[in-house]
């Protein structure tokens, strides 16, 4: 079987998760959400929990209290839980699209050559996204995420007034991470400590394609689908 990764990278709100979603369908991938991956273990974790690493102690209640204000979680935790997870699916047999993973040097630097060792550096695919902070910011003040399937819903003058998701009538909710302070704090934080990934890939031998992450969702989709040159028909 032909093996294959795709990573996108891009400032919040740049529509990572989305796409990912869009590739997962189309290409039988693997979604690895990372932010889905630190949730489910907040969600789990009793009081006093930790992961431990190269001899420190994480605690978990203290990395969600990072990821609840918008600051990154601390690289060699979420590395951990990234690690072990990508080798699960490798051995399960299956392609990955990764969104929002790595979004540190430290972890890209851990990720990359596990994910060549793995996949084959040949296998690897890198999209980014390019997108302005206030598209950024509004995109994020505006966004709503179904309760029960988590699809995020556009904004726009048909949608704005819903209170319930179209596709499963569950109740729309708001990320504690959209409110506009803790937005300021994750873009500074993507500017920061994630674009240095993008050097790193180069010095890595892996081809970063750059895409326009102003434009409708469907229009995102045929760009990316033109780097990785794939037929829109194909599945």
């Not at 109740?171 to 500017?191: P, S």
């Amino acid at each position: 079987m032909k093996r294959k990764v795709i990573i996108i990278i891009g400032p919040p709100g740049s529509g990572k998760g989305t796409q990912a979603s869009l590739l997962s369908e189309k290409l039988n991938l693997y979604y690895l959400e990372t932010s889905k991956i630190l949730e489910e273990k907040f969600r789990q974790a009793k009081e006093g929990d930790f992961v431990e690493v190269d001899g420190k102690k994480f605690f978990i209640s203290q990395e969600k209290k990072l990821f609840e204000t918008g600051f990154l979680c601390s690289p060699p935790f979420v590395t951990y839980l990234i690690k072990e997870k990508i080798k699960e699916l490798f051995h399960q047999g299956k392609n990955l699209v990764m969104a929002g993973s790595p979004r540190t040097l430290y972890e890209g630097k851990e990720v990359i050559p596990l994910l060549k060792e793995l996949y084959g550096p040949e296998n690897i695919d890198i999209i980014l996204i390019n997108l302005s902070e206030e598209e950024s910011i509004f995109r994020n003040a505006h966004r709503r995420l179904c309760s029960l399937m988590r699809h995020p819903i556009l904004y726009n003058e048909e949608t704005k007034n819903l209170t319930r998701c179209p596709l499963d009538g569950s109740k729309l909710i708001v990320r504690v991470l959209d409110n506009e302070e803790v937005m300021k704090v994750r873009i500074k934080e993507y500017k920061e400590r994630t674009l240095p990934l993008i050097d790193y890939f180069k010095e890595e031998g892996l081809q970063v394609n750059e895409v326009e992450g102003k434009q409708t969702p469907a229009e995102l989709h045929e760009d990316i689908l033109k780097v990785l040159k794939i037929s829109n028909d194909s599945h």
